[in-house]
């Protein structure tokens, strides 16, 4: 089991930046690939970014490309998601999720593929 706790959230106006973690316990982190996904009222989850075990592979939804970058440090077991520039429309729960290492490969932008999630942490971006 990975125990995974999202923090990092809160107001923010439109331009800002925050950065969120995503932060493991239990079973070793470095062995998952961990992706951030966003979900408002009514809608879908939906995919944000993801980066492999090693850290060396990341890819992007295209909403958030070059405004958002995500690392990890599997030293302390934790991912980080930096958003810079952002936007009312960014204004979500952002949740963390741990899956197989494949993932990365094919199918990491579906959240049925992830093993293990957060609870969530909120983040609104005012105009």
């Known amino acids: 089991q990975v125990q995974l706790v999202e923090s990092g959230g809160g107001l923010v106006q439109a331009g800002g930046s925050l950065r969120l973690s995503c932060t493991a316990s239990?079973?070793?982190?470095?062995?998952?690939?961990v992706g951030w996904f966003r979900q408002t009222p009514g809608k879908e989850r939906e995919f944000v970014a993801v980066?492999?075990?090693?850290?060396?592979?990341?890819y992007y939804a295209d909403a958030v490309k070059g405004r958002f970058t995500v690392s990890r440090d599997n030293a302390k077991n934790t991912v980080y998601l930096q958003m810079n520039s952002l936007k009312p429309e960014d204004t979500a729960v952002y949740y963390c999720?741990?899956?197989?290492?494949?993932?990365?490969?094919?199918?990491?932008?579906?959240?049925?593929?992830?093993?293990?999630w957060g609870q969530g942490t909120q983040v609104t971006v005012s105009s």
């Open positions: 980066i492999s075990w090693s850290g060396d592979t990341t």
């Open positions: 999720a741990a899956g197989a290492p494949v993932i990365i490969y094919t199918t990491y932008e579906k959240d049925v593929v992830y093993d293990y």
């Open positions: 239990g079973r070793t982190f470095s062995n998952y690939a």
